[in-house]
């Protein structure tokens, strides 16, 4: 009688395992599930050339998303990046372009202009931390609230206008070296060549010729790592996770939890402020709307990623996987000739999902903590 009874916990036991295991990992799965479906239904898919367009697309939401995570997991956000984005390659570009005509070498003028481009974004980050954890502003108000300065400042530089251009040659060469190339170049047939393209390639070859690391992708990398590293191995990290968890009991633990919000705002606003200078760097020009369309869609890709938008819980590399699956989604769904209107559609299917699996997992947590 003894055994009939502890077979269904048992078994119970276990499905609630497997339920707990599929809900923390479901996003990876569906990110593996759309490149099989995409890959079978979507002839060049499945390419080195296709892979590495999608990873250079997405590397914008991708670094919007890792300071957003910063900023979520204590139970805030940031509405402002967008145009932070904006406003860092306006900067850029801007003091590309005039120190290049004032006749500074090309390298000084673009050092600088890279310099000063994430110098400027640092300054929403601090008036958005001062407001949330001085002032007391909710962060949704104190964000959006600098969402319309930055903007502002963005267009009043342009003097209005969409794209700031005229970059002298040199320094458009320079740039587009470096936004359009890889650390590798692998042309089938003929090996591999390492920081700029084989020499004369044949026109009828040059379709054939992958990158495998392009620079844009390298810094992402680069700054998922230092950020991961930070958030996930060092006290910084456990410090933000606790004021998610609960500020008051962050406070009696010793941390101070304003000081801490402020770097954490400007961690968020940093990470917009790369991905406005390499905008600079990939389309040679800077633009104050850069990042205006990404910005829900860092925002969601954070989500995906599984990181509670209550605060306490989330990792880098749960935002990485969500930017992944837009950035395979809408790929994908182009190759498809699927009208673009759909896309939107089932990105919002695909964040409400998200949620749920959230809440469902939080519930199995719950329900093995009380068993």
Request: aromatic share 8%; net charge positive.
């Amino acid at each position: 009688m003894a055994t009939t009874l502890t077979a269904p916990k048992a078994s119970s036991s276990t499905l609630d395992n497997l339920a707990s295991l599929a809900a923390r990992f479901w996003s990876y799965i569906f990110l593996a599930a759309l490149i099989i479906f995409f890959s079978t239904q979507a002839p060049g898919f499945f390419t080195v050339r296709n892979f590495s367009s999608v990873l250079v697309t997405g590397t914008l939401v991708t670094l919007m998303a890792v300071g957003q995570t910063y900023v979520i997991i204590t139970a805030g956000i940031d509405l402002s990046i967008a145009w932070t984005v904006g406003l860092a390659s306006v900067i850029a570009a801007r003091t590309m372009r005039d120190m290049a005509n004032g006749g500074t070498d090309v390298g000084i003028a673009i050092t600088c202009g890279v310099i000063l481009g994430l110098l400027v974004s640092l300054i929403p980050g601090i008036i958005n931390g001062i407001l949330v954890a001085k002032i007391k502003v909710p962060p949704f108000i104190a964000t959006l609230g600098m969402y319309g300065i930055v903007r502002g400042a963005a267009f009043l530089l342009t003097d209005g206008q969409q794209v700031v251009g005229n970059l002298p040659a040199n320094v458009r060469e320079v740039l587009r070296s470096i936004g359009g190339g890889s650390l590798i170049y692998n042309l089938p047939g003929q090996g591999l060549s390492f920081f700029t393209e084989p020499a004369n390639i044949p026109q009828a070859q040059l379709r054939d010729l992958q990158s495998w690391l392009p620079y844009p992708v390298l810094v992402t990398i680069i700054v998922l790592i230092i950020f991961g590293f930070l958030l996930g191995r060092t006290q910084f990290g456990r410090h933000t996770y606790a004021i998610g968890g609960s500020k008051d009991a962050a406070i009696r633990a010793g941390i101070n939890v304003d000081r801490h919000l402020i770097l954490i705002y400007v961690i968020c606003a940093f990470t917009a402020g790369i991905a406005g200078v390499l905008h600079v760097f990939r389309f040679t020009a800077g633009a104050p709307q850069a990042g205006e369309a990404a910005l829900l869609d860092s925002v969601a890709a954070v989500v995906i990623g599984g990181t509670n938008l209550f605060g306490g819980e989330g990792r880098v590399r749960g935002a990485v996987v969500g930017a992944l699956i837009f950035g395979v989604l809408q790929t994908g769904l182009v190759m498809l000739n699927i009208a673009s209107l759909w896309q939107f559609v089932i990105v919002g299917i695909v964040i409400i999902i998200a949620v749920l699996v959230n809440n469902a997992r939080a519930l199995l947590e719950r329900r093995r903590t009380n068993v």
